[in-house]
């Protein structure tokens, strides 16, 4: 595995988290390709990646942002998922390549354009999507659930020597009583399960943020805490 140099920006941003921190990341050189075997140990240490930016926190004063991980094996859903499950029965699930195609797209749009309108997505473009989704370094793909021939959910996710890794999810504002976002991770959790691969890594958990709360809602989790992961202990 090649030497690689990490970068950090002197300038500070609102954090996108918690409203009275300041921001700061460590990431690779996104002008670097990088092999599965460097993105395995990246995804290790913490590292998550958005369009070609693999990047982890490195804020002044604040260790908020933890990397978590689901334990595939162990993972049993909870009685509300159970329940879900069994409406959401009739829907079709599919993975394909994570590459653009118009369907994916319209669902993004309608996602972004009803659910974050007040963020920086917004308003979305067919070059936000392809940088943040689909530019990657091979192991991405798509894990799509369709209801009567409509595309309604795509959790998009990452490969690993260990486990798969859930990257964004969107789908259609008309399913939210669904909790598409939690279906499609628990089916993610049991592919991984199924392909002997013993985690999801699920991304940051930050105590406080409330977008962030419902991954305390998988167990059993572990979190990377001073260089080693372990079970979690929300304290």
């Known amino acids: 595995m090649k030497t690689l140099v990490l970068f950090s920006p002197s300038e500070l941003s609102p954090c996108s988290y918690l409203p009275d921190r300041q921001s ?6 996104p002008r670097l390709w990088l092999e599965p075997e ?3 140990t990246l995804n290790r240490m913490g590292f998550r990646r958005s369009g070609r930016l693999v ?13 978590v991980r689901l334990c595939t094996k162990a993972f049993r859903p909870g009685r509300t998922t159970r329940r ?18 118009a369907e994916h797209y319209s669902l993004y749009e309608r ?31 798509f894990l799509n659930a369709h209801h009567q021939g409509r ?7 990452d490969t690993f020597d260990d486990g798969l890794s859930s990257v964004y ?12 976002g939690t279906l499609l991770i628990t089916h993610l959790t049991h592919l991984a399960s199924a392909l002997n691969l013993p985690f999801n890594y699920l991304g940051f958990w930050v105590k ?17 805490r001073d260089g080693v992961w372990q079970p979690i202990n929300p304290e």
């Not at 990047?55 to 990397?67: F, L």
């Not at 309108?117 to 370094?137: Q, V, W």
């Not at 595309?151 to 996710?157: D, K, N, P, R």
């Open 55 to 67: 990047y982890r926190p490195q804020c002044p004063g604040c260790m908020e942002c933890i990397p």
């Open 84 to 101: 879900l499950l069994k409406r959401s029965s009739g829907w079709q699930l599919s993975v394909t390549p994570a590459d653009f195609s």
């Open 38 to 40: 460097e993105l395995n």
């Open 169 to 180: 999810c969107f789908y259609d504002p008309d399913y939210e009583q669904y909790s598409v």
């Open 208 to 224: 406080g943020c409330r977008k962030m709360e419902y991954k305390t809602r998988f167990s059993p989790l572990e979190w990377f």
């Open 24 to 29: 700061r990341s460590q990431y690779v050189d």
């Open 111 to 141: 996602y972004i354009s009803l659910r974050h309108s007040d963020g920086d997505m917004f308003p979305p473009t067919e070059k936000t999507f392809r940088e943040f989704l689909t530019e990657d370094f091979g192991t991405t793909r």
């Open 151 to 157: 595309l309604i959910g795509t959790l998009v996710f």
